[in-house]
């Protein structure tokens, strides 16, 4: 089946520093993917639309000077954590869906842990 | 905008029995998707059904079934003969067409006790 890989599993940085998370379509092409953010026993929320070739859709009070969004290919997306900070340790998780196949079949990456220290 | 209220933070069942998650939501629009998701302690997504609203009847997955009712705006899950493998969050999500950017509910946490 379809596969959306992402890379780090993990990471930890220093407080200040920047982080890059990135979200791969192994075997399709997305002209959009999404990233959400997930909170310790909260739910996933929608941060941003990544659409390739053009700029990312932030979602109201996600600040996209702070999370850069890059979609170079239609098969990688990138999530820039700039100047990061404690309060953005979170699960970091994507998601796609194929540009060329119909019925809106949606696959999730394994997620991606940031720990600001 | 859409929203959807998942009003059971924690539910728990015996092995074997059966247990219904229940799911609003909130949109006016006529055509959509609506999904559960499993997310089990990995935090890896797992698609457990998947409804779409022009279709009146419910979707089913083995164990797994729905009943949707489009005007009352509800989409609960029945989970039958429960097993240990069950214990998870589960989220109710939803989803226009074309979009697909899902919107989650806050979840509920499944035990199922042996």
């Known amino acids: 089946g379809a596969v959306v890989s992402q890379h780090p599993s993990w990471v930890i940085c220093k407080s200040g520093t920047s982080v890059k998370i990135e979200c791969r379509s192994l075997?399709?092409?997305?002209?959009?993917m999404f990233w959400y953010r997930q909170f310790p026993k909260q739910s996933l929320m929608l941060m941003a639309t990544s659409n390739e070739g053009s700029k990312a859709t932030y979602e109201q009070g996600v600040e996209k000077d702070k999370f850069l969004i890059n979609h170079a290919s239609l098969t990688l997306s990138t999530l820039t954590v700039t100047s990061a900070h404690p309060e953005d340790s979170s699960f970091y998780i994507c998601?796609?869906?194929?540009?060329?196949?119909?019925?809106?079949?949606?696959?999730f990456g394994e997620g991606s842990w940031l720990t600001v220290v | 905008a859409q929203t959807v209220t998942q009003s059971q933070p924690e539910m728990s069942v015996q092995e074997a029995e059966t247990v219904t998650l229940s799911c609003t939501y909130d949109?006016?629009?006529?055509?959509?998707?609506l999904f559960w998701y499993k997310q089990p302690p990995s935090r890896q997504m797992i698609l457990v059904i998947r409804q779409e609203a022009y279709k009146q009847q419910n979707a089913t997955e083995n164990r797994f079934s729905v009943n949707f009712q489009k005007a009352a705006k509800s989409f609960s899950l029945k989970i039958s003969d429960s097993q240990l493998g069950d214990t998870a969050m589960y989220f109710c999500a939803f989803m226009k067409p074309d979009y697909n950017d899902m919107r989650f509910g806050a979840g509920t946490r499944l035990t199922v006790k042996p």
């Open positions: 949109t006016s629009e006529s055509n959509y998707y």
């Open positions: 998601s796609a869906s194929p540009t060329a196949r119909s019925g809106n079949t949606i696959y």
């Open positions: 075997d399709f092409q997305a002209t959009t």
